[in-house]
Every structure is written in C-alpha cells, then in structure tokens.
C-alpha cells in the first residue's frame, strides 16, 4: 500500500487552464503539505494543513488553492497557469506539527505547462 | 531567518569510495536536523535525522552528527555504491512545522 499517493503523475496542460492535483495520505497522520520543486532541484513549501486547518501559507500566488476535505486528503487546485508553473509538485504527510518524526513524501507530480 | 547551506554538487565518485557532504545551518532556537535522499524519479525519503546536540543520525551506512558549536550535519558513508546515487537534501526544522530544505547535492557513484 502506498503511504502518500498523488494523482496524477504527470500533467500537461496549456497556459489559461485550471488543474487539480490530489493527495491522500493513509498513515493516521495529522498534518499534509504541498511543496514546489523546481528545475534545479531547490525545494519551496507552499503550504500545511493540520487536520484540515490551514496552518502555513507561504507567499504563492493566490491562483493556487489547496483544499483538505478530511485529514487524509489534500488537494491542490491551481487557476490560470502559467509557464512559471511547471515544476514538480510534490505532496508530504507527518504524524503532528512540532513532532521530529520528519516528513513522508509522495513519489511527485510533474505539471507541464505550455 | 533559518537556512541550510549544503556544498554544491554534482559529486561524482568511485564506487568504495568515503562520502562526505558538507551542510550547515543558520537558525534560531534548536532545530532538529534532517538528511533526504530522493532517487531519480521519486519523491523525497528521510535517512536520518538528530534532534539535539551531539546526537548521531544512522542508517544504511550513513551517519551525520549535529554539531551545535560549528552548526554543522555533515552526511558521511564509508563505501559509497552505485545505488547511492541520488541528490541528498540536508534539512531542519524549527519552529511550527517547518521543515527548511537546503538546495540539495547530487551523487553520482560510477562503477
């Protein structure tokens, strides 16, 4: 069984169009994440949910929405893309915020954009 | 604010050969330290991690030590084989939930 399952794996689209990406987590943990990681590697969190409440928003554009519906799912929804989005997106869960366990991370999701 | 500075890569060594990757660390408080490994394709897996000062992380043969009075977790493996190669990310965590990921260091083992 997988811990942390994105779907889809991998996504082209052209510019103007909304997408979603969805995670879902079946570890019983409490918090999830999206973080952003770009062509160099260089990994940036957007954002975390604790048990579906928002908890950090970093500074991303207001194009992308993340939507937790239940503790165990967290969904990314992105309006209007653009170029600047492509990147791999990746999905993470951790059993609660301030725990030392460290973060389980979903095999990514490569969004093209053109 | 906090950061993580690793040495840039790519690294290139010979299978057997000793690893060592540099990262240190700038933050307030004290962090926990993390190492990531995220082979090519695949999304990123903990390796190890130290919580406190002097403590040790271990696994798979690699090990890093938190060094508070040089704020350094250098990722050390005594053989490297080919199936370490990947790009490691040295990482901490401090205050609410945040995990701080520094820019990454890509191995590559040849036989």
């Known amino acids: 069984d997988t811990a942390v399952s994105q779907t889809p794996k991998y996504l082209v689209t052209q510019m103007g169009n909304d997408k979603s990406i969805k995670c879902e987590q079946n570890l019983g943990h409490d918090t999830m994440y999206w973080y952003k990681q770009d062509s160099k590697k260089f990994l940036k969190i957007m954002f975390s949910?604790?048990?579906?409440?928002?908890?950090i928003n970093e500074t991303v554009p207001n194009r992308f929405s993340p939507k937790s519906p239940d503790k165990a799912h967290l969904n990314l929804h992105i309006n209007s893309l653009e170029l600047g989005d492509s990147a791999v997106y990746f999905c993470?869960?951790?059993?609660?915020?301030?725990?030392?366990?460290?973060?389980?991370f979903g095999s990514g999701t490569r969004l093209t954009v053109v | 604010g906090n950061s993580v500075t690793q040495m840039e890569g790519p690294v290139t060594l010979s299978e057997e050969a000793f690893l060592t990757i540099n990262c240190t660390y700038t933050?307030?408080?004290?962090?926990?330290l993390f190492w990531y490994v995220q082979y090519p394709g695949e999304g990123l897996q903990l390796l190890l991690k130290?919580?406190?000062?002097?403590d040790k992380g271990s696994n798979k043969g690699f090990e890093a030590t938190y060094r508070k009075e040089t704020t350094s977790f250098h990722l050390e493996k005594g053989s490297v084989q080919v199936s370490d190669s990947a790009v490691y990310f040295c990482a901490l965590k401090t205050s609410y939930d945040k995990v701080i990921f520094g820019p990454g260091t890509s191995l590559s083992v040849i036989p």
């Open positions: 949910y604790n048990n579906k409440e928002l908890i």
């Open positions: 993470a869960s951790s059993q609660a915020p301030g725990s030392n366990y460290g973060y389980t």
């Open positions: 130290a919580t406190k000062a002097d």
């Open positions: 933050a307030t408080g004290y962090p926990s």
